[in-house]
């Protein structure tokens, strides 16, 4: 998932029909000693899947498969007829047995198991089997219900499911875990107008009656949560690079966008797929490997085994896509690509090792983009991608381990965010290069082979590696990965008679705690005649001597961590300012920004309106587009978030100017995007936003710079919540300019939340409390960010409250990202004491609040209480 081998002969069992049982027992979740069932009292029924009931029925359930059937009308609104076999093998039938269903018990309508009929028992979102039913060795339980529609993500014309992690249970009963592995049979009844696509390829189709039926063949064995079908009006392409049959579902109506995508889509999967196989040594372990386009999806991508699922605006990129929205695409096309071995293949046994598939797939999608993209700078692409998003988080009172503890995987969705996607790519870069590349990838096919087709844990993995490698991993691997946070570093540099007699490094924890983070990085010697002498430092204690240094030339400055591996806040030297964009390795100034920033927000060394001085001083001299863009997105959040209102009228037409002119004189044609867009997110003065109106107004953009009509529409919204006094409504005209259906229903849910007037964006906030006009996530979150922007601070920061109120109601009934989306978009602008107390008076007033959202809470709010301070300051 990304905001993704043996021949078939090995595994003869996938390719029999689900009847005779088409998976083998699913290992037990790691630590659980097997025992007789009759020795281990019954489960307790509660709500989620809690980890006794996991461990009790990983324990007693073996040979899994679903038979489901779905008869989907053409009305959203109306309930989806559905029929369910599951067959499976019982070691013990001593005891009742639970299967997963949160829905409503009205939605049960009847229930036999093994032939004869079985009283509905539907309690806290669990269907009790009752021990008298069942027997030891096979079982049939047959059941009619109404599907669930929460997951379903179900629209005028199309729906898609999205199951992780715990959501497959939202829709049909099921034995919701991962390591209870299954293979399904689907048949899907639909409007003959529609296409579908699956996990199991298409065995055939028949009509009738403007209906048509789908008949998919038993997938192959995965985990619920990777079971997957989207259905409805779609485009269907079919295409064969290096000889592997692929298909694509779509709903994009823009041609030239698809001209331009679809070449690089089809081929940098199947780039991908030939570099895993050579990778791990495994051939593409599964039937078949096809994907879907869908708008506004909520996550990038979602890596269902055969029919993976991918938000069309990450794929589908027009004529003026600068190079880091390319590197993104194949980046996300990668990741997914990469799961079907990490995360697909082999299976975490209980989320709480979810980040395992991660980590892996962003650390492959890296190694990947890096082959398929040989332009780009993979060093640089890592250091901007991972260490600004991973501090994000690592730097709050709310940070969380890359493994954290899970009770219970109805809090499974709040184990995922920066953590995990950014800051274990980077212990993961750290371990390969403690244990050498060879070694590593040695380790990561034994583990592969060994798990194929089952579970494993983390603890799985490092048992393997530890065999590979003389350091201790144990050691390394408590405070990495089973502890939060980061070190903060400093040294002592003497000199003598101009040569450098001692340089010791000394990390500390930012909490004042004792651990240490054993690593490698660099530090690199800057001298006045833009001489450098870069070393490495083997950071494998709390202090550490750098030999290498003693007896160079004492330097003008020296730069910490230079080719951007290592971990941690670095100090930095006030002389680095001037200097910064001398730097002649990219990786170097990416990470000197990066420290700049990092050093900023604890208040030390640098100001933020003095580093955004030394910003608008580089603007003009960053030649590296993927660092224009670290710079100009770390300027725009110094100017809205750090700066008072006084100083952004102060220097703002100043930073206006200093970006039009770096746009004039840059020649690349993306770095003229990125300076353009912020331009756009910073215009304050009259002269700007009238420039930006004409722009717009003419559809002419600025000499050099190519704009879509995806740029006009954000350029469109920028000057709404500017209340520019255009002759005609501005977002009116805007959205008569747009052809797809699509993205003009996003434009209109958008309208109210950029309303003039203060009522209308009351009532639309106020709406938002109903889980109906929430469904459409990624529209939701737009709209917030535009309703609590800065400009409309005075009268948004009255939401506050009942926006903290509804956020475990929107863990519940959210996709996992939503609730740190939320309260991104919710929190992300605001900078008053005032919005500071709110948020610490909700959580004083909810002392035993879920610490899982306290946790996210925390992390959301971070900048806000950063920028009381320095804002005060």
């Known amino acids: 998932m990304t905001f993704s081998a043996f021949p078939r002969a090995v595994y003869p069992l996938l390719s029999l029909p689900l009847s005779l049982a088409a998976c083998t027992r699913a290992p037990l979740i790691s630590g659980v000693t097997p025992v007789a069932a009759a020795a281990t009292a019954a489960p307790a029924v509660v709500a989620g899947v809690s980890r006794e009931l996991a461990e009790d029925r990983a324990r007693r359930v073996s040979r899994l498969g679903y038979e489901l059937s779905l008869n989907v009308p053409a009305d959203k609104a109306a309930p989806i007829a559905a029929t369910e076999t599951i067959r499976f093998r019982l070691s013990d039938a001593g005891q009742p047995l639970q299967l997963d269903f949160k829905e409503r018990t009205a939605n049960l309508r009847a229930l036999r198991v093994n032939g004869r009929p079985v009283p509905i028992d539907h309690h806290d979102e669990h269907l009790v089997l009752p021990a008298a039913a069942l027997q030891t060795g096979p079982n049939t339980v047959e059941i009619n219900f109404t599907a669930g529609n929460q997951s379903l993500n179900r629209n005028d014309d199309y729906l898609y499911t999205l199951l992780v992690p715990d959501r497959a249970r939202t829709?049909?009963?099921?034995?919701?875990?991962?390591?209870?592995?299954?293979?399904?049979?689907?048949?899907?009844?639909?409007p003959d107008t529609w296409q579908a696509l699956a996990n199991g390829p298409l065995q055939d189709s028949t009509s009738a009656n403007g209906r048509k039926t789908y008949r998919f063949a038993p997938s192959d064995t995965i985990s619920t949560y990777l079971f997957s079908f989207a259905a409805g009006r779609f485009s269907r392409l079919v295409r064969s690079p290096a000889g592997r049959p692929m298909q694509l579902l779509h709903r994009e109506t823009d041609q030239s966008k698809l001209a331009l995508s679809l070449d690089p889509i089809f081929q940098i999967h199947a780039d991908a797929l030939r570099f895993l196989e050579g990778y791990t040594g495994i051939p593409y372990p599964f039937q078949k490997f096809d994907f879907v386009a869908l708008p506004d999806f909520q996550y990038g991508g979602m890596e269902h085994v055969g029919a993976i699922d991918y938000k069309a605006s990450s794929l589908f990129l027009d004529e003026g896509a600068t190079q880091d929205q390319k590197i993104a695409r194949s980046n996300l096309l990668a990741h997914e690509t990469a799961h079907m071995w990490f995360g697909d293949l082999v299976t975490m046994q209980w989320f709480n090792d979810v980040w395992m598939k991660e980590v892996f797939a962003n650390f492959m999608a890296d190694?990947?983009?890096?082959?398929?993209?040989?332009?780009?700078?993979?060093?640089?692409?890592?250091?901007?991608?991972?260490?600004?998003?991973?501090?994000?988080?690592?730097?709050?009172?709310?940070?969380?381990?890359?493994?954290?503890?899970?009770?219970?995987?109805?809090?499974?969705?709040?184990?995922?965010?920066?953590?995990?996607?950014?800051?274990?790519?980077?212990?993961?870069?750290?371990?390969?290069?403690?244990m050498g590349e060879e070694p590593f990838r040695d380790g990561l096919r034994a583990y592969l082979r060994q798990y194929a087709h089952g579970n494993a844990t983390w603890p799985d993995l490092i048992r393997i590696l530890d065999e590979r490698t003389p350091a201790d991993l144990q050691a390394w691997n408590q405070v990495w990965v089973n502890q939060p946070g980061r070190p903060v570093f400093n040294y002592d540099l003497q000199t003598a008679q101009g040569k450098i007699t001692s340089l010791r490094l000394r990390q500390q924890a930012e909490d004042g705690s004792e651990r240490i983070w054993p690593q490698l990085f660099e530090v690199l010697l800057v001298y006045p005649n833009g001489r450098t002498r870069e070393l490495t430092v083997n950071q494998n204690a709390r202090?550490?001597?750098?030999?290498?240094?003693?007896?160079?030339?004492?330097?003008?400055?020296?730069?910490?961590?230079?080719?951007?591996?290592?971990?941690?806040?670095?100090?930095?030297?006030?002389?680095?300012?001037?200097?910064?964009?001398?730097?002649?390795?990219?990786?170097?100034?990416?990470?000197?920004?990066?420290?700049?920033?990092?050093?900023?927000?604890?208040?030390?060394?640098?100001?933020?309106?003095?580093?955004?001085?030394?910003y608008r001083q580089a603007l003009?001299?960053?030649?590296?587009?993927?660092?224009?863009?670290?710079?100009?997105?770390?300027?725009?959040?110094?100017?809205?978030?750090?700066?008072?209102?006084?100083?952004?009228?102060?220097?703002?037409?100043?930073?206006?100017?200093?970006?039009?002119?770096?746009?004039?004189?840059?020649?690349?044609?993306?770095?003229?995007?990125?300076?353009?867009?912020?331009?756009?997110?910073?215009?304050?003065?009259?002269?700007?936003?009238?420039?930006?109106?004409?722009?717009?107004?003419?559809?002419?953009?600025?000499?050099?710079?190519?704009?879509?009509?995806?740029?006009?529409?954000?350029?469109?919204?920028?000057?709404?919540?500017?209340?520019?006094?255009?002759?005609?409504?501005?977002?009116?005209?805007?959205?008569?300019?747009?052809?797809?259906?699509?993205?003009?229903?996003?434009?209109?849910?958008?309208?109210?939340?950029?309303?003039?007037?203060?009522?209308?964006?009351?009532?639309?906030?106020?709406?938002?409390?109903?889980?109906?006009?929430?469904?459409?996530?990624?529209?939701?979150?737009?709209?917030?960010?535009?309703?609590?922007?800065?400009?409309?601070?005075?009268?948004?920061?009255?939401?506050?409250?009942?926006?903290?109120?509804?956020?475990?109601?929107?863990?519940?009934?959210?996709?996992?990202?939503?609730?740190?989306?939320?309260?991104?978009?919710?929190?992300?602008?605001?900078?008053?004491?005032?919005?500071?107390?709110?948020?610490r008076e909700f959580l004083a007033a909810h002392p035993s609040y879920n610490p899982q959202l306290r946790a996210k809470l925390l992390q959301a709010a971070d900048d806000v209480f950063r920028a009381e301070k320095l804002v005060r300051e």
């Open 171 to 190: 829709v049909f009963p099921v034995f919701d875990q991962p390591n209870l592995k299954a293979a399904f049979t689907l048949t899907l009844t639909l």
């Open 367 to 434: 190694k990947i983009t890096q082959v398929a993209l040989p332009e780009s700078n993979y060093d640089l692409k890592f250091v901007i991608d991972h260490y600004p998003a991973a501090y994000g988080v690592d730097r709050t009172s709310g940070a969380n381990p890359i493994r954290q503890n899970l009770e219970n995987l109805s809090d499974a969705g709040s184990l995922y965010g920066g953590i995990i996607y950014h800051k274990a790519p980077i212990m993961m870069r750290q371990l390969e290069r403690l």
């Open 543 to 614: 202090e550490v001597a750098v030999p290498a240094a003693v007896g160079e030339p004492a330097p003008a400055f020296i730069l910490f961590n230079s080719t951007g591996l290592g971990y941690g806040v670095f100090p930095v030297s006030p002389q680095v300012l001037p200097a910064l964009t001398g730097l002649k390795d990219p990786v170097a100034r990416a990470a000197s920004y990066v420290n700049l920033y990092e050093n900023m927000l604890r208040g030390e060394v640098v100001k933020p309106l003095e580093l955004l001085t030394t």
């Open 620 to 839: 003009t001299r960053e030649p590296e587009e993927l660092n224009l863009k670290l710079l100009t997105g770390q300027a725009s959040a110094i100017f809205w978030q750090f700066l008072t209102p006084a100083q952004r009228q102060a220097v703002g037409p100043e930073l206006e100017k200093d970006l039009w002119a770096a746009l004039a004189q840059n020649p690349a044609p993306n770095a003229k995007k990125l300076l353009f867009k912020t331009y756009q997110s910073i215009a304050l003065s009259q002269a700007a936003q009238t420039r930006l109106y004409r722009i717009w107004d003419t559809q002419q953009a600025p000499a050099g710079v190519k704009l879509t009509e995806d740029d006009y529409t954000s350029l469109a919204l920028a000057l709404a919540v500017r209340d520019y006094p255009a002759p005609a409504p501005i977002l009116a005209r805007q959205l008569t300019r747009i052809p797809n259906p699509d993205r003009r229903k996003r434009m209109e849910f958008l309208l109210p939340a950029l309303s003039l007037d203060v009522a209308t964006r009351d009532a639309f906030f106020a709406s938002l409390s109903d889980e109906k006009n929430r469904e459409k996530e990624a529209w939701v979150t737009a709209a917030l960010g535009y309703l609590h922007h800065p400009l409309r601070a005075a009268t948004s920061e009255k939401y506050l409250p009942q926006s903290l109120a509804l956020l475990e109601e929107i863990q519940q009934t959210g996709d996992i990202f939503f609730p740190y989306s939320w309260l991104q978009s919710t929190l992300g602008s605001y900078q008053t004491p005032t919005a500071a107390r709110t948020v």
